[in-house]
């Protein structure tokens, strides 16, 4: 954003907030202020409890690291997409996701096929919307003992807003790049009919520093819960969302470092916002089912049913030459069509043993996925300078024969068994295992490429202890094992379909502590991962490479504040050694044994800082650091450190609250993400950047 447009729109907020209160004045005047009970607008950002493990914790009860961003810290910090919410989130590194989906590694390892719904599975590569979110949970370690297959250094779970009081509010946001998004969260509650409705949505229309890019969404998301009876409740939910943008690789590297040019050069077509675009379009309707038979059984059935399409048109860095300073582009047309449907059937019994207390759960998940692919690609269709590029234009379709034609089918069978148990006062354990049979069948349609499939069975246990001398201390230690299956979420190919699935351990030590009479809390946690027989597939030459076994051994930190006085708080701080410590690779030349984890930091920090003032004004400050980073397996590229801080202020009037977030306040020039296997992919981040919200709420 350019100075000039910065101070316009500073100018336009100073101009929003100065006409709020003639606004305010207004509403009085028609009486409606008079109906409305304003409180005060922050109710803190520390997570108490958790339905990570699959039934309703303290989080101080499991032995496991929970990261919780709720909805007053996205609210505040204005965050966007999943990528903004996870800053707050030590041990997270951040990929460019083919410009087409969100993508994380989470201590480590990637995360791609590890994304989850109210628990429920939801791989499909896009971009999701957090109009319909109250809440992330960022579950740390293997996790397959109640999610099945994937979860090597975690996964992300989004708790999604539900049906409950009356309820109507409106944002409405500008900013730089004209970047504008108007939300929606009405609800209404029928007690005679003991029922509730809840519609929330979204429209995002917005340009981008990054030449080329633009971004057109929509998100709707009605529900509906209904009382069956005294102790059953049906919960039904559906949701669509249109996403299109321009498919973004980023830019490519030199003599070891991404190439120092403008934030906004775009390595693609000149005509890139018509030939370079991706879209995406998911459905998807849930109904859960809940039974309270006495005070200490209770069932729960929720079944998901999904529909994803992606057409994928993109233009990206190939090939550089160092020597005579050029890099070549290659291009593709991938579409994907999904669909499927998971249904998880839960039983949870409390009940008391030889005096000791115990919290049983006893599940069984089914589910079938069918994932049809078909792509296009052309390498070396342009060769322009690495430095000053002069895009070519180029046509929408690459043409050609086809480079994949498949379907995949994933069926999922699995039955888990978990119990929380109380040992007296001070003392509780968490046990569990799971059994998968996953099975998998790759229908390929090209000429003279066999049909492949593969059945595995896998048991992934857990075992946790947990000692509380104090109301304020909670110590544990854990141990998990996961699986990942060779396709996982993906087609088989000749070069994976014989390979046994990828295992992943962890060891975890940890503190949770409240201090202050729960004013302020903290966790420490202590671990080490272990990945073996790992692969990545080259995005260019989509050769499969061995990496053979990955060790992370870290450290995390986090702490947050809510003083009672309007001061709120939260930090983080992760260390990460994560090392592939076995392997035959090369990549860039380099032998990749004993070379670090892509885009993965050795150090990261972050840290968020708000100040309300009786609920009428208030402002919030923080920072993010994120260490060097490793772009591809050879760790020849290497994606520079960088530490940004954002900054924002707040003023109430009546049921109008006026909110200005700046982002990148010192104009700092980074790399946000690289892909992970490319040394050639590495997205710029956004400059200094401002947004004014007016958000209208009356409960």
């Known amino acids: 954003m350019s100075p000039r447009s910065l101070r316009r729109l500073l100018f336009a907020a100073a101009g929003l907030m100065a006409l709020a209160p003639a606004a305010e004045a207004l509403a009085e005047e028609s009486g409606l202020v008079s109906e409305l009970t304003v409180t005060a607008r922050r109710d803190g950002y520390a997570a108490v409890n958790t339905s990570a493990a699959k039934i309703d914790a303290p989080l101080r009860d499991i032995p496991q690291t929970i990261d919780v961003v709720g909805e007053a810290l996205i609210r505040d910090q204005r965050a966007l997409s999943i990528q903004d919410v996870l800053k707050n989130v030590p041990g997270v590194g951040f990929s460019t996701g083919d410009g087409q989906r969100d993508q994380v590694s989470i201590r480590g390892f990637s995360a791609i096929a590890d994304q989850f719904v109210d628990g429920v599975r939801d791989d499909a590569l896009y971009f999701r919307d957090l109009s319909n979110v109250e809440r992330i949970e960022v579950i740390k370690g293997p996790a397959s003992v109640l999610f099945g297959r994937g979860s090597s250094g975690g996964l992300i779970n989004r708790v999604t807003k539900k049906p409950g009081p009356d309820l109507t509010a409106f944002a409405v946001s500008y ?9 929606m969260d009405l609800g209404r509650a029928f007690e005679a009919q003991h029922a509730a409705l809840r519609l929330t949505g979204a429209i995002e229309r917005s340009d981008s520093y990054r030449d080329q890019q633009f971004l057109r969404r929509e998100a709707l998301a009605p529900s509906a819960s209904f ?9 039904v939910q559906a949701d669509y969302l249109r996403d299109r943008r321009v498919t973004d690789f980023g830019v490519p590297a030199y003599q070891g470092r991404p190439v120092k040019v403008p934030a906004s050069a775009y390595y693609g077509a000149a005509n890139g916002r018509y030939v370079d675009t991706s879209e995406s379009r998911v459905y998807s309707t849930t ?6 038979f006495s005070d200490t059984l209770s069932f729960r059935n929720a079944f998901r049913y999904y529909d994803y399409t992606l057409a994928r048109y993109n233009t990206l860095p190939g090939t550089v030459n160092e020597a005579a300073l050029t890099v070549s582009l290659n291009r593709s047309n991938v579409a994907r069509a999904e669909h499927g449907w998971f249904d998880q059937a839960e039983l949870t019994q409390e009940l008391t043993l030889a005096g000791v207390r115990n919290t049983i759960l006893y599940g069984v998940e089914v589910g079938r996925q069918s994932k049809g692919l078909i792509s296009y690609s052309r390498n070396n269709v342009a060769t322009v300078a690495l430095f000053n590029p002069v895009l070519p234009f180029l046509d929408r379709e690459v043409g050609g024969p086809r480079s994949a034609d498949s379907v995949s089918t994933f069926d999922t069978v699995g039955v888990y068994a978990q119990d929380m148990i109380s040992l ?8 569990g295992v799971r059994y998968d049979r996953f099975e998998q069948d790759t229908d390929q349609r090209l000429p003279g490429q066999p049909s492949l499939s593969r059945t595995d069975r896998n048991w992934s246990p857990r075992v946790g202890g947990v000692w509380q001398p104090t109301e304020g201390q909670s ?3 854990s141990w998990s094992r996961s699986f990942q299956p060779s396709g996982e979420a993906f087609a088989l190919a000749a070069s994976n379909a014989d390979i046994a699935p ?3 351990t962890n060891t975890e030590a940890g503190g949770k502590f ?7 809390g903290a966790t420490v946690s202590v671990f080490r991962l272990e990945r073996t027989g790992m692969k990545i597939t080259d995005p260019i030459s989509l050769r499969v490479l061995p990496i053979g076994t990955q060790r992370t051994d870290g450290v995390e930190l986090t702490g947050n504040l809510n003083l009672g006085n309007g001061w709120n708080a939260v930090a983080g701080y992760a260390y990460l050694d994560a090392t592939v410590t076995k392997s035959v690779a090369k990549d860039a030349g380099q032998f990749v044994q004993g070379k670090r984890a892509t885009i993965t930091p050795e150090h990261s920090a972050n840290v968020w800082l708000t100040k309300d003032f009786s609920g009428d004004f208030g402002f919030g400050l923080g920072a993010n650091y994120v260490g060097d980073r ?17 900054a924002m202020a707040w003023r109430r009037f009546g049921p109008v609250v006026a909110q200005l977030n700046l982002t990148n306040l010192f104009d700092r020039g980074y790399i946000v993400s690289g892909h992970g296997s490319s040394p050639n992919l590495n997205l710029p981040g956004a400059p200094r950047a401002a947004m004014v919200t007016l958000r209208y709420a009356m409960p």
């Open 175 to 183: 900013g730089g790049w004209s970047d504008g998004r108007f939300e």
């Open 227 to 235: 009382s069956l009876g005294e102790n059953t409740t049906l919960l």
């Open 287 to 292: 109904a859960t089912l809940t039974h309270r």
């Open 424 to 431: 007296g006062e001070h003392w509780k354990a968490l046990v």
């Open 475 to 477: 110590y544990y230690v």
């Open 502 to 504: 990828e295992e992943t």
């Open 514 to 520: 409240s201090f202050l009479g729960g004013r302020a």
């Open 630 to 646: 490793f772009a591809n397996p050879g760790n020849t590229v290497t994606l520079p450190a960088y530490a940004t801080v954002d």
